[in-house]
T-cell receptor
C-alpha cells in the first residue's frame, strides 16, 4: 500500500518569490510520482511526473520536482511564482505494475499575493 | 484531441435517491478511474475499470458501483444517497498499460439534500 503526506496545507507567498511544496511518500514497492494542480471548480491537471530516469523533472511553466528515493520525497519547487500560480497542488503516488490507482496527498493551497 | 468529458457537471439529489454519473475518456484510453473529492477526506479512490473489468476497488460501501462499456465509456452509480455523499466526483482516463499518466475530467458536483 502507498501513502502520501503533504506537509503544508497552506503556503502563502509573494509574487516573484521562490516556493517549495513538500511531499513525502511511503510505499513497499517501486513507485511513479505525480504533481497535479487544481484551480477552483476545475478537475485536476497533470503538472509533472516521475516515471523513471532522471530524478529531476520539469514542467513547461517553470515548476520542477526532484525524486529523492532515500528520503522518499518528491518536493515541488518554482524559483519565481506568479499570481496565476494560485491554486491547490496535489502530490500523488502509484505503485508500479498492474493497477493505475493513484493515492493522493491532502493537498497544499498555494496563494500568491501581489 | 478531446479531453475527458463528465456529465452532468452539477447535480442535486434528495437523500434516498440514486444517481448515475457518466464519463467519456480520451480516445484510445482503456482505463477509467473514479475519485471522490471532499473537503474533509480529500481525494479518495473509488474504483478503476480496464477493458470492461473492475481492476481495483477502493474502500467504499457497496452503494457505490460502476461499469465500463466496450467503447471505454464508464458510469458510476450511487444508490440510497446520503448527505455525506455530497462531493466532487472526478473521472480519470489513462492508456491502461500500467503507467498511470491520468487525465482528469472537470468533475460532477453532487449535492445531496
Amino acid at each position: 500500500a502507498q501513502s502520501v503526506t503533504q506537509l503544508d496545507s497552506q503556503v502563502p507567498v509573494f509574487e516573484e518569490a521562490p516556493v517549495e511544496l513538500r511531499c513525502n511518500y511511503s510505499s513497499s514497492v517501486s513507485v511513479y510520482l505525480f504533481w497535479y494542480v487544481q484551480y477552483p471548480n476545475q478537475g485536476l491537471q497533470l503538472l509533472l511526473k516521475y516515471l523513471s530516469g532522471s530524478t529531476l523533472v520539469e514542467s513547461i511553466n517553470g515548476f520542477e520536482a526532484e525524486f529523492n528515493k532515500s528520503q522518499t520525497s518528491f518536493h515541488l519547487r518554482k524559483p519565481s511564482v506568479h499570481i496565476s500560480d494560485t491554486a491547490e497542488y496535489f502530490c500523488a503516488v502509484s505503485g508500479q505494475g498492474g493497477s493505475e490507482k493513484l493515492v493522493f496527498g491532502k493537498g497544499t493551497k498555494l496563494t500568491v499575493n501581489p | 484531441k478531446a479531453g475527458v468529458t463528465q456529465t452532468p457537471r452539477y447535480l442535486i439529489k434528495t437523500r434516498g435517491q440514486q444517481v448515475t454519473l457518466s464519463c467519456s475518456p480520451i480516445s484510445g484510453h482503456r482505463s477509467v478511474s473514479w475519485y471522490q473529492q471532499t473537503p474533509g477526506q480529500g481525494l479518495q479512490f473509488l474504483f478503476e475499470y480496464f477493458s470492461e473489468t473492475q481492476r481495483n476497488k477502493g474502500n467504499f460501501p457497496g452503494r457505490f458501483s460502476g461499469r465500463q462499456f466496450s467503447n471505454s465509456r464508464s458510469e458510476m452509480n450511487v444508490s440510497t444517497l446520503e448527505l455525506g455523499d455530497s462531493a466532487l466526483y472526478l473521472c480519470a482516463s489513462s492508456f491502461g498499460g500500467g503507467v498511470p499518466e491520468a487525465f482528469f475530467g472537470q468533475g460532477t458536483r453532487l449535492t445531496v439534500v
